[in-house]
């Protein structure tokens, strides 16, 4: 089994219900609130059709001056439950070209919701570590924009 084909799971459990949190992805505004690897890069949402074949386009301002764009289209979206959707970082990024897939699972337990996110098709190491960074802050974010009630 090659590195590529070993997918990146980040999951975190927050304290939130299923349908505020997939709401949460459904609206642009308040996706740029929290799809972001951490609190301090604006996200741009560039295009966002959040619909099965939908397609999507984001790009983060970073401190350093680079604006790492990514782009893709949702494969499948099952209210409360899935949200797949294909991966591309566009050039100049390292990864640019490569196809990979992220899918976030919900899954509600009591009072809170476990998010689950596979991330399949990331060829290395390195840019495993970069991800799982990148996740992991991306769930705290959201974790931090729903309890404060900016989120749907």
Known sequence: MTEAQIPLIVSRTIAAPCSRI????????????????????????????????????????????????????????ERDRTIKMTWIWEAPD?????????????????EATEVKIVHEGIPNDMACTVHQEGWESTLDLL??????????
């Open 143 to 152: 974790s931090d924009t729903l309890i404060e009630g900016q989120a749907t």
């Open 94 to 110: 390292p990864l640019a070209g490569v196809p990979m897939r992220v899918t976030f699972h919900f899954k509600q337990s009591g």
């Open 22 to 77: 997939f709401a949460a992805f459904t609206d642009p505004a308040a996706l740029a609130r929290w799809f972001k690897p951490n609190a301090d890069t604006p996200v741009e949402i560039l295009t966002y059709e959040f619909r099965v074949r939908g397609r999507y386009r984001l790009a983060w301002l970073l401190p350093d001056g680079r604006r790492p764009v990514v782009s893709g289209t949702f494969e499948e979206i």
